[in-house]
């Protein structure tokens, strides 16, 4: 048996590649101090390709598999909970139950979570230390109700939110009294006591009514995956990051291939017959994941979902935004990116993708938008942030 410490790192909701390449970058930085690491892994596919080869403790986390039920888009953070348990005493009991014999199994002496609101639940009051280390959507602020994710919408949702949130909250003290804890007041009071990390910019707060905060920085892997090859020719270089499954994959593809533009693009799990349809002798096709870094050091333009991982780095290297949003994250981050005018989103629509590409790759009030984006935020250094994560989690541990 180790006689290493152990710390857990813990991934419940979301299913971007962002959760598990943050987790790779403390991995590296924990192991090298002498600590064994744990990892309770919302996917074990992608955790185990990102943080296998680290040879980490790889475990399933607790998730809720029955879906989102009937149950609307949600306003606000109590709309997502509802969404993924929360509405079911008898569910998110199980899931509270399960965190707490996995972290009682596992023993760790400091958890890091991310995206992980039942895990909050489950140990309220615990003795293990938590830092919470989130993207600003994952940690929202802490008013009652919670803040309307759709502020562009107006105030004409503040009922629905109180009522959701009332619901949210009686299944969660239900939860509590079942497992013999303190309900909450509010359904806030989840964070209370609870050290928080927000690993985001404050102009790309998906909150923007924050107000002053303590902003960590993005963290994202620089220096990670294949070593990019574009192709042959002139034109702007455009980096596509679409999701496989995603309907506008092709269309955008398509489009591009017409246009006088040099493009990479990543689509992980792209079956074969589809890539070679897709390749063009501008478009480059790969399945892995590229070094960004090397990446961004040429691009003149990024297209993904709206990810606040690779929005953030894309705009730090001053590159622009052409954004498809999947998600109300995505669509928050897609909103403050259209304020600062450093990106605009694509219509969702194949009809409309042509020309919207090419006025949008004809403006160069983008790229020069971007450019002073950069330039502001040009001492942001990510080895300066996960230095301080690092420091910040090893604050909280009494390993004598």
Not at 76 to 90: D, E, P, Q, T, V
Not at 160 to 178: D, I, K
Not at 204 to 224: T, V
Not at 237 to 246: A, I, Q
Request: with cysteine.
């Amino acid at each position: 048996m180790s006689a290493k410490p152990r710390i857990l790192l813990a991934w419940e909701l979301g299913g971007a590649l962002g959760h598990v390449t943050k987790f790779m970058l403390l991995t590296e930085r924990l192991q090298a101090l002498g600590f064994e690491i744990w990892v309770a892994s919302q996917n074990l596919t992608s955790a185990e390709a990102t943080l296998g080869p680290l040879g980490v403790r790889l475990v399933q986390s607790p998730v809720w598999l029955s879906g989102p039920g009937n149950i609307p888009e949600p306003i606000n953070y109590a709309g997502i909970l509802a969404r993924k348990g929360w509405l079911s005493a008898s569910g998110l009991t199980g899931l509270a139950r399960g965190w707490r014999n996995l972290v009682d199994a596992i023993a760790p002496c400091l958890i890091v979570a991310n995206h992980a609101p039942s895990l909050l639940l489950a140990l309220r009051g615990g003795d293990v230390p938590v830092v919470f280390a989130d993207s600003p959507f994952g940690i929202p602020p802490l008013a009652q109700p919670f803040p309307n994710m759709r502020y562009w919408q107006g105030s004409e949702l503040l009922p629905v939110m109180h009522e959701v949130e009332a619901r949210v909250l009686a299944t969660a003290n239900q939860t509590l009294v079942s497992l013999r804890m303190t309900p909450l007041e509010r359904l806030s009071d989840l964070f209370q006591n609870v050290d928080t990390c927000l690993l985001g910019l404050p102009l790309l707060d998906h909150y923007p009514e924050r107000g002053p905060a303590d902003y960590f920085g993005p963290l994202y892997a620089q220096n990670w995956g294949e070593s990019p090859v574009w192709p042959d020719g002139q034109g702007k270089r455009v980096f596509v990051y679409l999701n496989s499954r995603h309907a506008m994959l092709e269309p955008v593809l398509n489009q591009l291939a017409r246009m006088p533009c040099r493009v990479l693009a990543y689509a992980a799990d792209l079956p074969e017959d589809v890539a070679a349809r897709l390749s063009k002798p501008n478009i480059a096709l790969r399945t892995h994941p590229q070094n960004m870094a090397a990446v961004l050091a040429n691009a003149d333009w990024v297209i993904h979902h709206a990810g606040n991982g690779l929005g953030c780095q894309a705009l730090l290297a001053g590159v622009p935004l052409l954004m498809l949003p999947n998600h109300l994250e995505q669509s928050m981050f897609a909103v403050r990116v259209g304020e600062l005018r450093v990106g605009k989103v694509l219509p969702n629509d194949a009809r409309l993708i042509g020309a919207a590409l090419q006025q949008a790759l004809a403006d160069e009030a983008y790229a020069e938008r971007a450019r002073r984006f950069a330039e502001q935020h040009a001492g942001y250094s990510v080895s300066a942030t996960l230095d301080r994560l690092v420091a910040f989690c090893l604050a909280k541990i009494d390993v004598a």
